[in-house]
């Protein structure tokens, strides 16, 4: 019987030594787990220089002049990190209520939640969030395989309680929130409210907060755009409210009605060819690009920054309010000058449309020759078709998405079914703008709009395109005149008809331009030639003073185009870029000093480390003197000559104003100096209008230039180019922020020249007063 006892204990003994072994064991393994975690055996680990400066991937951010994003450069990570003093008090307790409840009590792992978890799984609670961060700086997602994943836990305990010991709770907080895809290229929390809300973080609501964080369980899942869970999305958003009243974050009154509102989304998608001054961004783009290949702009271990992922800030000249007004001015008057020029080129009214001017052999020639520039001619070659079969796949129907303007004027794109060459044909047919906008005096562009829809219109027509300026070359003929030759506005020459021979400056036939309307008959004052851009006298003075001082001007004024040196370039031949036109007119505003157009101010690092600072170049090349008589002499277009119309109620009762002439009446009567511009043909408008602190530039016109108006009344600068203008500074002086002048331009202290034609009395007569605006209505307008 005591053998049996004393068997017994021995046994029972036994096992009580094997529960102390293999748990004392177990718990050594868990210890050794996590020791061979953090010594990097189960895998490589971030060391604490990684930790301070986490590798993840940061956008560009394009910053305007006032101080609004302008949009990102990103490859997959569209992420601009916020400080924590940037996120609301609501949005932080949101997460915690839901996310920690008890994240200011531990240091990275919570005890509680975790036991929690391990006796009653599925109950939620054990992963914290240092954890949830360490995550998403380890791997994102975790994998399905279990050892995989435990493996993944440990590494993430790990980093957890590092993470906890070199950083706030606040920066843990702040780098969740920064790191984490809310998705539709939401990466991070600045990203997710201005693409889900158009909102700044600091300004998200109480709700809104609440949406964003119910998105931590799952961003695909619970993400309301694409709307696949409706219900879903909102019912999570109230769990949250729920967490939060629970938590005593907010009152059960607020938690209830704010749980019967709806989502209110503003979605706002960021894309590169979507949002605001798209055009700018392309050219921004191709400027970073020259800009980080130059060995001078290295980081400090000698490798190339990369835009898409360096974090970097680039400060640009852009105003966000002119940029918006610009593209308001063009996305109002394209629609209605393209619904006239469709009208106009109807196929019973224009059997070649929307070609004028060519035959069928030219218009094959043409297309044939857009065919080989294309993109999809580039992808069939690229997949080894050949010549034969490319051309035939143009004439074969297929599916495509065209772009359209709607009747009330919105952009908007149709699926249809149609021949590749008819789209082409289709796709000529539209009319296109550039504008830009410029402060003479710093050089800093205000606005960029070089389209009217970069996603199927992605040619610049501020600085890759180049076009015939036409009347707008002429205040540089004058300009020329006035310096060399010390002319007064008020001075006349014959309107009689002049021929400039062979040879003489190096044309090889006789040039004897025509004026419009045949008015050969009397003499005409500079500022009324000007004003109703009479092209007998630009001739005269081209005669007077040569092509090669007027092109020396134009070249010393910024325009790098080709200026042949021929007495041709007075009427406007020389083909000129927006950007090159508004910077040399912007010398006339700025008493004659030229200061090269400035998009870009500054460069720094994601440390706010300045990499580039621009440096202004200016020269001087006109005389105040001469700059501000070329300037009179352009007033008198604006006060009585093609921007007439800018003033005042204008012959309001032509049908042409109820069609196309965007936004008027201006009433701009403050002082404004100005030059339109037509081509021949109409293929051409110009408008360059000025104030003492603003030069604006606007051309509209077709791809091809056979693509134009049939007449002058609708195909004039004046009705192509002038309402984008009138609209964009209607808009600017409106907005009483932007302090847009509405002075009269500088006048130079010993101005000898005479600019007050009522009073200059010269020897061979009167000066004559100008016209009245109704003298700039073509014939055919007249009843």
Not at 241 to 267: A, C, W
Not at 405 to 415: A, F, H, L, N
Not at 508 to 530: F, H, I, Q, R
Not at 759 to 767: C, I
């Amino acid at each position: 019987m005591a053998k049996a006892k004393k068997a017994e204990v021995v046994g029972f003994e036994k096992y009580i030594r094997w529960f102390w072994i293999l748990f004392l064991g177990g718990i050594l393994s868990i210890v050794l787990f996590f020791l061979l975690a953090s010594w990097g055996a189960l895998g490589k680990l971030p060391d604490h220089t990684q930790l301070e400066n986490p590798k993840t991937n940061l956008a560009t951010e394009i910053i305007s002049s006032d101080g609004k994003t302008l949009a990102k450069f990103y490859f997959n990570d569209n992420r601009t990190p916020v400080p924590f003093n940037e996120l609301p008090s609501h949005l932080v307790e949101a997460l915690i209520a839901t996310e920690d409840a008890r994240y200011y009590e531990h240091s990275g792992i919570d005890g509680r939640g975790t036991l929690r978890a391990i006796l009653k799984p599925g109950s939620g609670g054990a992963s914290t969030i240092s954890q949830q961060l360490a995550k998403q700086l380890l791997h994102g997602e975790g994998s399905t395989n279990i050892f995989t994943r435990i493996i993944q836990k440990a590494k993430e305990w790990v980093i957890a309680i590092r993470l906890e010991r070199q950083y706030t709770k606040e920066e843990i907080i702040a780098q969740y929130f920064n790191i984490y895809d809310f998705g539709n290229n939401g990466d991070g929390i600045r990203s997710a409210s201005n693409i889900y809300f158009n909102k700044e973080p600091k300004d998200l609501s109480i709700k809104e907060s609440a949406m964003l964080v119910g998105m931590f369980k799952n961003s695909s899942f619970y993400n309301p755009i694409p709307s696949r869970n409706p219900v879903g999305v909102k019912n999570r958003r109230n769990v949250v409210l729920y967490q939060m009243e629970n938590y005593g974050f907010i009152s059960k009154e607020v938690k209830d009605s704010l749980q019967k509102t709806e989502l209110d989304l503003r979605f706002s998608p960021q894309t590169h060819r979507t949002g605001t001054a798209t055009y700018f961004r392309e050219y921004l783009r191709a400027f970073m690009k020259d800009w980080m290949n130059d060995p001078k702009n290295r980081k400090p271990d000698g490798s190339k920054y990369d835009i898409n992922s360096d974090g970097l800030k680039i400060y640009t000249t852009i105003d966000s309010r002119m940029q918006k007004y610009a593209e308001l001015a063009v996305a109002r008057h394209m629609p209605r000058l393209q619904a006239e020029f469709f009208v106009q080129n109807t196929p019973e009214r224009n059997k070649t449309t929307p070609f004028l001017d060519l035959d069928n052999d030219e218009i094959d020639k043409l297309l044939k020759t857009a065919m080989r520039r294309g993109e999809r001619w580039r992808l069939l070659k690229k997949a080894g078709k050949s010549v034969k079969e490319i051309e035939a796949s143009f004439y074969e129907p297929t599916k495509m998405t065209v772009f359209k303007w709607e009747k009330d004027g919105r952009p908007s794109e149709v699926d249809t079914i149609m021949k590749p060459i008819d789209s082409m044909r289709y796709y000529k047919s539209f009319l296109h703008p550039g504008m830009m906008s410029m402060d003479p005096q710093t050089g800093h562009v205000k606005a960029w709009v070089g389209g009217m829809n970069y996603r199927h219109f992605q040619y610049d027509h501020v600085k890759q395109g180049k076009r015939q300026v036409g009347s707008t070359f002429k205040p540089f003929v004058y300009a020329t005149a006035i310096n060399q030759l010390h002319m007064s506005p008020c001075d006349k020459l014959p309107l009689a008809p002049i021929t400039i021979e062979a040879n003489k400056y190096g044309n090889p036939e006789p040039w004897t331009p025509t004026n419009d309307g045949g008015d050969y008959d009397g003499e005409v004052t500079l500022k009324k030639a000007l004003a109703n851009s009479v092209n007998t006298i630009t001739a005269r003075l081209m005669d007077k003073v040569g092509p090669q001082p007027v092109a020396e001007l134009a070249k010393n004024l910024g325009i790098t185009s080709d200026i042949p040196l021929v007495p041709s370039i007075a009427l406007g031949t020389p083909d000129i870029s927006v950007y090159e036109m508004v910077g040399a007119y912007s010398a006339f505003a700025n008493q004659g000093v030229y200061t090269k157009p400035v998009m870009i101010t500054t460069i720094v690092d994601k440390n706010d480390t300045v990499l580039y600072q621009f440096v202004p170049e200016t020269k001087d090349v006109l005389s105040e003197e001469s700059a501000y008589v070329t300037v009179k002499l352009m007033q008198g277009v604006v006060e009585s000559g093609s921007g007439g119309r800018l003033r005042g109620k204008w012959r309001a009762n032509l049908p042409m104003y109820k069609e196309i002439i965007t936004g008027y009446p201006y009433e701009l009567n403050n002082p404004i100096a100005g030059k339109t511009g037509t081509t021949q043909n109409q293929s051409d408008g110009w408008f360059m209008g000025m104030v003492p602190n603003l030069v604006t530039g606007v051309w509209v016109g077709a791809e091809d230039r056979a693509v134009h108006f049939k007449g002058i009344a609708y195909g004039q600068g004046a009705s192509m180019a002038l309402p984008i203008w009138g609209m964009y500074m209607k808009s600017c002086y409106e907005d009483e922020t932007l302090e847009v002048s509405k002075a009269d331009f500088i006048k130079p202290k010993d101005l000898s020249i005479e600019v007050d034609c009522e009073n200059y009395n010269p020897d061979e007569g009167d000066g004559e007063e100008g016209v009245s605006p109704e003298d700039d209505i073509p014939d055919e307008l007249e009843f």
